[in-house]
Structures are given as structure tokens and as C-alpha cells.
């Protein structure tokens, strides 16, 4: 504990007690965020095993996950219940304080219905229908967590404001809906696979739609206040994606037949709203 000190994450006091900093009391469970799991996902070895080929990365832009483990990190994850447990309460203790922030943080009354693109449990979608008592919203995520989004939505006193959809986003995205939500995706992706996903949320679109695409945008010169620190390092190094400026979001619009609507900062979050439409 005393060495832990020196790294800030303890202070002792002058009878030998020891105490929380900032750091270790966000590591508690109890903590709103809590980085506990984030810090066990991270560190595992699989992850660690990554890092150690980041010269490589560096040079081919490639994660190194895939490239020292034979799979990808989501396929690691789905192999064992305790990781993927691990890394759903990871995304709740870090992004479930967001959920509010974003819902207040945007006019999401003016839609009729959203699809909430790579949806996970659903805590956001609940958020956005809780905050908006006339939208209407579905999670659209894989099958697996597909019906975790559908338990849990199932007891948020919704009615039948809300439904659950399995499928693959890079196959197909179901049609109809007046916006498309994709929160944290394209940040795992590069840029060819985020285009297919744009192209693809693009065909299911109405003429009056809009995607609106929940990440860090980056501005040169100021912090992006995430937890994680080195969130763009670890995206390039486990998943091969990145964080983005406007400009680059924009980019990637263009590139999948979107107009660039432009950026909606959220109060109190690291979170922005990127805004498309029908080019």
C-alpha cells in the first residue's frame, strides 16, 4: 500500500493510515462511475499480450489483439461468461451516468421512433424513453445481447414503447425508424467498416431521417475528459478504431452518401452527438 502511494493511489497519514485518493475510490463497486471492471477487462492478459506488439501496430494500423490471440476481442469476450459479464458491468459503471446527460443533452422529442444501433442491455434506449414519454425506441444488437437488452427493458415500466431486435449491423439495418442511435460503435472500427455500417444505416433511412452517431470528438488542444486516458491508444492497439474530430466524422458521412448536420456538445459528459442526414 505504501508503494501504491507513490502512484497516487493511497495516501498515508502520519500514524500509518491509509486511505482512498480519487484514484481507488473509482475502483470501488459502489462507485458512480466505477472503473473496477474496466480496470480488470483491461488487464487482462490477453489485452496486456496486445500492448506488447504496439511497434506493429504503430506500423500497420492492425490491432494486436487479433494478431497475438487468433480472434477478435468480442469473440475473446463471448468465449467466457465471466469476461463477458465483466465487460457488460465495465460499459455500465463507466457509460451508465452518461445515459441521463445524453437524454437531456438533445432533442430527441422530435422523433417518432429511434433504433438504437449496437444497443447492449438497453440502459440508454430506457433512459432516452424515460426522458421522452412519446418516443418510442428498439435495441438492434446481436442475438446474445439481444435478450439481455429484452430482460431488462422488460422491467423499466416502458409498455410497449420499446422492442428488441437481433441481427448483424454490418449485414442489414431494419428499416423505418426516424433516427438511427449508434453510441461507442465506430470508435472500435476503422474507417472502412464504419462507412459499411453508415452505408448501411443510410439504405434503411427515410428521406427525413438522421443518424446520430454518440462518441468522443476530438478538438485539438483540449482533454477528452474520459476516464481511460489513453481510450484512442487502446482502441487502435485491442479493436483497430480510433477517436475522431468533426472533420473526420464528417469524412466518414460523405463517404457513405450522409450530409454532416454538425456536432451537439452534451453538458457535463465527454460525449458529443454527431448529426447526419440524407445527402
Known amino acids: 500500500m ?10 498515508e497519514d502520519g500514524n500509518g493510515h491509509f486511505s ?3 484514484v481507488s475510490a473509482y475502483l470501488r463497486s459502489d462507485s458512480n462511475p466505477s472503473l473496477r471492471e474496466m480496470s480488470m477487462v483491461l488487464n487482462d492478459d490477453a489485452v496486456l499480450r496486445g500492448w506488447q506488439t504496439i511497434e506493429q501496430v504503430l506500423q500497420t494500423g492492425k490491432p494486436g489483439f487479433n494478431e497475438v490471440n487468433g480472434m477478435g476481442f468480442f469473440q475473446y469476450l463471448a468465449a467466457n461468461s465471466t469476461r463477458s459479464e465483466n465487460m457488460a458491468r465495465f460499459m455500465r459503471g463507466i ?13 430527441f422529442g422530435r422523433f417518432g421512433r429511434i433504433l438504437d444501433l449496437g444497443g447492449g442491455s438497453g440502459n440508454i434506449l430506457a433512459d432516452l424513453l424515460h426522458a421522452h414519454p412519446a418516443l418510442k425506441g428498439a435495441v438492434f444488437d446481436l442475438p446474445r445481447t439481444a435478450e439481455v437488452a429484452r ?9 410497449d414503447r420499446f422492442e428488441v431486435i437481433a441481427g448483424d449491423f454490418f449485414a442489414e439495418v431494419t428499416p423505418g425508424y426516424d433516427a438511427y442511435f449508434i453510441k461507442s460503435v465506430l470508435v472500435g472500427e476503422d474507417d472502412t467498416k464504419s462507412v459499411q455500417l453508415l452505408e448501411n444505416i443510410r439504405k434503411a433511412m427515410p428521406e427525413n431521417g438522421r443518424v446520430l452517431i454518440v462518441e468522443i470528438v476530438l478538438q485539438p488542444g483540449k482533454l477528452i475528459g474520459h476516464p481511460h486516458r489513453l481510450i484512442d491508444l487502446e482502441m487502435m492497439v485491442t479493436l483497430g478504431g480510433k477517436l475522431r474530430t468533426a472533420d473526420e466524422f464528417a469524412a466518414l458521412l ?3 452518401g450522409l450530409k454532416f448536420e454538425g456536432v451537439h456538445n452534451v453538458e457535463d459528459s ?4 454527431v448529426e447526419g442526414s440524407r445527402a
Not at 95 to 107: H, K, M, T, V, W
Not at 151 to 159: I, R, V
Open 254 to 256: 460523405s463517404r457513405a
Open 95 to 107: 457509460y451508465g451516468p452518461e445515459g441521463p446527460r445524453i437524454a437531456a443533452g438533445f432533442p
Open 151 to 159: 430482460q431488462f427493458l422488460a422491467g423499466q415500466g416502458l409498455g
Open 2 to 11: 505504501r508503494s501504491l502511494v507513490y502512484a497516487g493511489v493511497f495516501q
Open 270 to 273: 465527454f460525449h458529443s452527438i
Open 20 to 22: 482512498n485518493t480519487d
